[in-house]
């Protein structure tokens, strides 16, 4: 039997994505974010998602107190 060293297969990621998250649209929410993503002009849409949640500032008014995430 074969015994299996770090030279065998994928290398390893030096920082992998192991957390996925999922969230619905209905139709008049998609057709805004497929606009607000073609305009960004980025490929992907993971790659826009993440650059939206983490680059730029987010108000949420969540409770009485709206909130803002830097």
Do not use: C, W
């Not at 993503?37 to 650059?51: A, D, M, P, Y």
């Amino acid at each position: 039997m074969k015994k299996y060293t770090s030279q065998d297969g994928r290398p390893e990621k030096l920082n992998p994505r192991k957390h996925r998250y999922v969230f619905r649209l209905n139709e008049e929410e998609n057709a805004k974010f497929l606009s607000l993503f073609e305009q960004s002009g980025l490929k992907v849409k993971s790659h826009f998602i993440t650059s939206v949640l983490f680059s730029r500032k987010i108000t949420t008014g969540y409770s009485i107190h709206s909130t803002t995430i830097i």
